[in-house]
């Protein structure tokens, strides 16, 4: 049974309708400076801010595994809002006023809110001069570890937040402590720098200050909380992303040595609703069925369109579509592709055929009611920590070994570790962003892999907007080649991405109804 901490809301933190600026205190919230009193208003406040993973991601796979190379919106041949919608992220095209672009980057701000609003009831600082997450006494009635721990957790959060923006949008708003409204009016874009030095800071501060349990020694209270590996694993992909390799490999061979945490020995359990925080989850966005408002709404999402019942209660929306190009990459013998992938109507459907659907088979768990599942959202787990580690290391013989352990597990041959066999820089490099794409496909992994690839491991084959090209080409004669005439030519398609366009537009909302600043928009848009 899953913990009580996913089904309280409280009330201070519940989500209302978005108005013109980013909502950072509103009237709702004056009543905050009274309410942190105790321990239980304290847990309250943090449950809501787990609460809020849930909104942002309800997006997220539209602003990433979208825009790569596994997943295509969902008809071609459709002209209704929604497709369109997704068509302009899938071909590069989204206009500045996207609804969607706007729904994720409001969200993740409104949850930054109620984070910074509980670290400034708890005397969490950020000066951003020293760039040093810091903690002052407070009259809090809470222990002393009490207070670490869910400070910890609350900083662990809010760097998964500006984590995702940044790597989306660029430089964003900074926002650390509770703001007025009128007071954000005057708060312009930070630079990349800055924001990372946020995010660094917040998970160094997390670190220092979270209990060092290994997996098995968890509570099942705490199954789903950010903990210090959680922390350690976020801020080993923060170092990958900025080419920190180095610093990166610790973090990682401490999770892998000390954590408890592993492998399960069969791909398939991970995402088992009857096997949820399992040893290999770090960190998921969990979800409760049941009638509470906090199911997973991604079975009904997911599942093809006008299946009726046949693969989900409820039908499906046909959304998150895998590429044919995604199918085609798993060798005969490896088991993660039924796992991962499945096809409607049947296997044997011509892929030439506009009713033929890859589905995100590893998202549909039965459902009672529509959009109330079940399953939770992983977001690290620990074959994540072991191809980050070989792509820390390089091409070493180390390297090849942890790669090993993914293939084996999923019924691959084995890269030969011996002398005269270990592949090239280019060929290990493209082994392994193979192997990730493949492990983790639909987990909205493959688009941030793309853009730190680009950085990490410039000898690839091709860097994002050349793979992105190439899967264009592959995809046009099953896929692109069908849009509503008149039908873009591939040449059209693939002009439409660019390096300006690996971001997204900053919303227009946010430029527009500004008063006081000229908020700049990211280039090409």
């Given at each position: 049974?899953?913990?009580?901490?996913?089904?309280?809301?409280?009330?201070?933190?519940?989500?209302?309708?978005?108005?013109?600026?980013?909502?950072?205190?509103?009237?709702?919230?004056?009543?905050?400076?009274?309410?942190?009193?105790?321990?239980?208003?304290?847990?309250?406040?943090?449950?809501?801010?787990?609460?809020?993973?849930?909104?942002?991601?309800?997006?997220e796979w539209k602003m990433s595994e979208l825009r790569s190379d596994n997943s295509i919106m969902g008809s071609a041949s459709s002209k209704s809002a929604p497709n369109k919608d997704l068509s302009d992220l899938d071909l590069f095209t989204p206009p500045t006023s996207h609804q969607g672009v706007y729904n994720y980057w409001s969200t993740n701000y409104?949850?930054?809110?109620?984070?910074?609003?509980?670290?400034?009831?708890?005397?969490?600082?950020?000066?951003?001069?020293?760039?040093?997450?810091?903690?002052?006494?407070?009259?809090?009635?809470?222990?002393?570890?009490?207070?670490?721990?869910?400070?910890?957790?609350?900083?662990?959060?809010?760097?998964?937040?500006y984590f995702n923006l940044v790597r989306l949008f660029g430089g964003v708003f900074l926002i650390h402590e509770p703001v007025q409204p009128i007071a954000a009016l005057a708060i312009n874009r930070s630079n990349v720098a800055d924001v990372y030095k946020l995010i660094i800071a917040d998970l160094q501060y997390a670190i220092a200050n979270s209990p060092?349990?290994?997996?098995?020694?968890?509570?099942?209270?705490?199954?789903?909380?950010?903990?210090?590996?959680?922390?350690?694993?976020?801020?080993?992909?923060?170092?990958?992303?900025?080419?920190?390799?180095?610093?990166?490999?610790?973090?990682?061979?401490?999770?892998?040595?000390?954590?408890?945490?592993?492998?399960?020995?069969?791909?398939?359990?991970?995402?088992?609703?009857?096997?949820?925080?399992?040893?290999?989850?770090?960190?998921?966005?969990?979800?409760?069925?049941?009638?509470?408002?906090?199911?997973?709404?991604?079975?009904?999402?997911?599942?093809?369109?006008?299946?009726?019942?046949?693969?989900?209660?409820?039908?499906?929306?046909?959304?998150?579509?895998?590429?044919?190009?995604?199918?085609?990459?798993?060798?005969?013998?490896?088991v993660r592709k039924a796992v991962n992938i499945a096809i409607w109507p049947t296997a044997t459907t011509a892929v030439t055929s506009n009713s033929r659907r890859v589905y995100p088979k590893k998202f549909i768990t039965p459902v009672t009611t529509v959009n109330d599942g079940e399953g939770d959202w992983i977001v690290i787990r620990y074959a994540d920590?072991?191809?980050?580690?070989?792509?820390?290391?390089?091409?070493?013989?180390?390297?090849?070994?942890?790669?090993?352990?993914?293939?084996?597990?999923?019924?691959?041959?084995?890269?030969?570790?011996?002398?005269?066999?270990?592949?090239?820089?280019?060929?290990?490099?493209?082994?392994?962003?193979?192997?990730?794409?493949?492990?983790?496909?639909?987990?909205?992994?493959?688009?941030?892999?793309?853009?730190?690839?680009?950085?990490?491991?410039?000898?690839?084959?091709?860097?994002?907007?050349?793979?992105?090209?190439?899967?264009?080409?592959?995809?046009?004669?099953?896929?692109?080649?069908?849009?509503?005439?008149?039908?873009?030519?591939?040449?059209?398609?693939?002009?439409?991405?660019?390096?300006?366009?690996?971001?997204?537009?900053?919303?227009?909302?946010?430029?527009?109804?500004?008063?006081?600043?000229?908020?700049?928009?990211?280039?090409?848009?």
């Amino acid at each position: 049974m899953k913990n009580i901490f996913k089904i309280l809301i409280p009330s201070l933190f519940i989500l209302s309708s978005c108005e013109k600026n980013i909502d950072l205190f509103p009237q709702s919230n004056l009543t905050t400076s009274n309410y942190f009193t105790n321990t239980l208003e304290i847990q309250t406040a943090l449950t809501g801010c787990y609460t809020g993973l849930q909104a942002p991601l309800l997006e997220e796979w539209k602003m990433s595994e979208l825009r790569s190379d596994n997943s295509i919106m969902g008809s071609a041949s459709s002209k209704s809002a929604p497709n369109k919608d997704l068509s302009d992220l899938d071909l590069f095209t989204p206009p500045t006023s996207h609804q969607g672009v706007y729904n994720y980057w409001s969200t993740n701000y409104y949850n930054i809110r109620n984070i910074n609003v509980l670290l400034n009831a708890l005397n969490v600082n950020y000066d951003e001069t020293t760039g040093v997450v810091t903690k002052d006494a407070n009259s809090v009635e809470i222990s002393a570890n009490d207070l670490k721990k869910f400070s910890s957790e609350a900083a662990t959060l809010r760097a998964y937040h500006y984590f995702n923006l940044v790597r989306l949008f660029g430089g964003v708003f900074l926002i650390h402590e509770p703001v007025q409204p009128i007071a954000a009016l005057a708060i312009n874009r930070s630079n990349v720098a800055d924001v990372y030095k946020l995010i660094i800071a917040d998970l160094q501060y997390a670190i220092a200050n979270s209990p060092s349990l290994t997996f098995a020694t968890i509570p099942s209270a705490d199954f789903g909380r950010m903990n210090i590996w959680t922390a350690k694993a976020l801020l080993a992909k923060v170092y990958l992303t900025l080419n920190r390799k180095t610093d990166a490999i610790p973090l990682l061979n401490d999770i892998i040595s000390n954590s408890g945490y592993g492998l399960l020995p069969i791909y398939s359990d991970i995402f088992s609703i009857g096997n949820e925080m399992n040893k290999e989850i770090l960190f998921a966005v969990r979800y409760k069925a049941g009638g509470l408002g906090l199911g997973s709404p991604f079975q009904n999402l997911f599942a093809p369109e006008l299946s009726g019942a046949a693969i989900v209660n409820g039908d499906g929306s046909g959304f998150n579509n895998g590429t044919y190009e995604l199918e085609t990459s798993y060798a005969s013998t490896d088991v993660r592709k039924a796992v991962n992938i499945a096809i409607w109507p049947t296997a044997t459907t011509a892929v030439t055929s506009n009713s033929r659907r890859v589905y995100p088979k590893k998202f549909i768990t039965p459902v009672t009611t529509v959009n109330d599942g079940e399953g939770d959202w992983i977001v690290i787990r620990y074959a994540d920590i072991l191809l980050m580690l070989a792509e820390a290391q390089g091409n070493t013989a180390s390297s090849l070994a942890l790669i090993n352990q993914i293939r084996t597990r999923a019924g691959n041959s084995t890269i030969p570790l011996t002398a005269l066999n270990v592949p090239n820089d280019q060929r290990f490099a493209d082994s392994l962003s193979k192997e990730r794409r493949i492990e983790f496909a639909f987990e909205n992994v493959r688009w941030y892999d793309l853009l730190r690839f680009n950085v990490t491991m410039p000898l690839q084959s091709q860097d994002a907007v050349a793979r992105l090209k190439a899967n264009y080409a592959f995809m046009f004669p099953y896929h692109y080649s069908k849009y509503p005439s008149p039908a873009p030519t591939l040449a059209t398609i693939q002009g439409f991405v660019t390096n300006d366009k690996l971001l997204l537009p900053i919303p227009q909302r946010e430029i527009d109804n500004n008063t006081k600043l000229v908020i700049p928009q990211n280039p090409g848009y």
